[in-house]
Every structure is written in C-alpha cells, then in structure tokens.
C-alpha cells in the first residue's frame, strides 16, 4: 500500500512560503484562511492546536488538490466505532482486538462487537478513543474537538487521515492500560501487514519489554517499503 504513494510524495517539493509544487506538477498558493467551528475549538481548550501552528497546516493542505490517504494505526484499548466525531474516520474492516482471535484465523472486527466499555466489547475505557479524536477526529462539524490530522474547512471534502484502531489491552474498565507482550507483538504484526503508515502506541514499560525484537523487525520492514 505503502511503497507507491511515498515515491510520488518524494516528487513534491516546497517552492516558498506559501507556494508548493503538487505530485502532478501544477503549483497550489495557501491563501485560504482555514478555521474551525468545533464545540472545543477554543483558546481555552484547543490551545495546542494553534500553539504549534495546526492550522496554519490545514491552510496549506485546503488548497491541495491532490492528498494522499495516510492510514494511522491506534494501538489501545479500542475506539467506541460510533463515536459522533470519528464518523468516516476510522477503517472499520480493518479496526479489531488483537486479544479475541477467530477460528477461522484473523481477528474479531470491532465494529461486530457490542458497542460497550468492557473486555469484550469495542473498547475497553475511553483512552484509545481519546486518542483516535486528538489525531483525527472531523474537524469543522460544530461538534467535539477538531483533530490535529483533520484539514478542517477542507473545501475538497476530503478524509484524508484514517484509523486503524487496534484494541490489544484485555483487563475491564478499572485497568485499561494492560497489555501483554504477545498482543502488543500481534498489535504490531497486524497494524503492518495491513497497511498502516503510522503507528501510534500510548503505553510505557521497561524497554526490554517493550522493543521485542519479533515486533519490531516488522517496523524494520515496513520503513524498507517506504
């Protein structure tokens, strides 16, 4: 999935400030003001967000024509799959638990799991949700937070950005942050042999547990694709 887009993103070359050369050689201007009408979108909320320039971001890929899908895997305790922001933003048939295999090999898909917070449904607490919205919840839908990865007031209508949400914690709504090395090993395993371009991991632990070798010649691989 990976390997033909990232050679056509190597052709796109900053020419100024506001001016960028696109893949298929024609020149986008940023000079569209790009802003959001989200519930939380607020100096007192979202502060981050233009702390660190986001939407100046969003200006400049507005008036892109041309943007590619990056898929973004969420390794956590799940993602509640009708969550009003995260509406066609998450890639349901490829969002599952990691720690509920199927006999017919592969994992259970979220979105066939009862919608509830608990070990066996889509999420287990509300971290992983959390996440998924900071990254990529819609922007510019005058509801929630506006995600970093959202291009709010994108006037090409594009959801650009998708979650891979990947639940791979298997304790209840008292103990989210459980995760065994066996399923972040199988996390990790499938994030990149589905396609997943970015992989994020919210967990700590000492580092010999965590870069397990197995694991991560996987991420090896997956750069070597890129």
């Not at 796109?12 to 989200?38: C, H, K, L, R, T």
């Not at 929630?144 to 979650?163: E, H, L």
Request: hydrophobic residues 35%.
């Amino acid at each position: 999935r990976s390997a033909g887009k990232f050679d056509e993103y190597n052709l796109v070359s900053e020419v100024s400030s506001n001016a960028y050369f696109e893949a298929d050689g024609s020149i986008s201007n940023g000079s569209i003001s790009v802003s959001a009408n989200d519930t939380y979108f607020n100096e007192n909320d979202q502060w981050n967000l233009d702390y660190i320039d986001i939407p100046k971001a969003w200006n400049r890929f507005s008036t892109v024509s041309r943007v590619f899908s990056v898929w973004i895997a969420v390794i956590d305790c799940g993602v509640k799959m009708n969550h009003p922001d995260l509406q066609d933003r998450l890639l349901t048939n490829y969002s599952v638990d990691v720690t509920q295999s199927l006999s017919s090999g592969g994992y259970k898909k979220l979105i066939d799991l009862s919608d509830t917070a608990s070990t066996t449904g889509q999420y287990t607490g509300s971290h992983g949700t959390m996440v998924a919205g900071v990254i990529a919840a819609q922007g510019n839908n005058s509801k929630g937070i506006a995600g970093v990865a959202s291009i709010a007031s994108d006037s090409f209508a594009r959801n650009s950005f998708k979650i891979m949400a990947i639940k791979a914690d298997d304790n209840g709504p008292t103990d989210d942050r459980h995760i065994t090395q066996a399923h972040l090993d199988a996390a990790v395993d499938y994030a990149v042999e589905n396609g997943a371009e970015i992989i994020n991991i919210s967990y700590s632990a000492p580092r010999s547990s965590y870069y397990h070798e197995n694991s991560y010649m996987h991420l090896d691989n997956l750069e070597e694709s890129i």
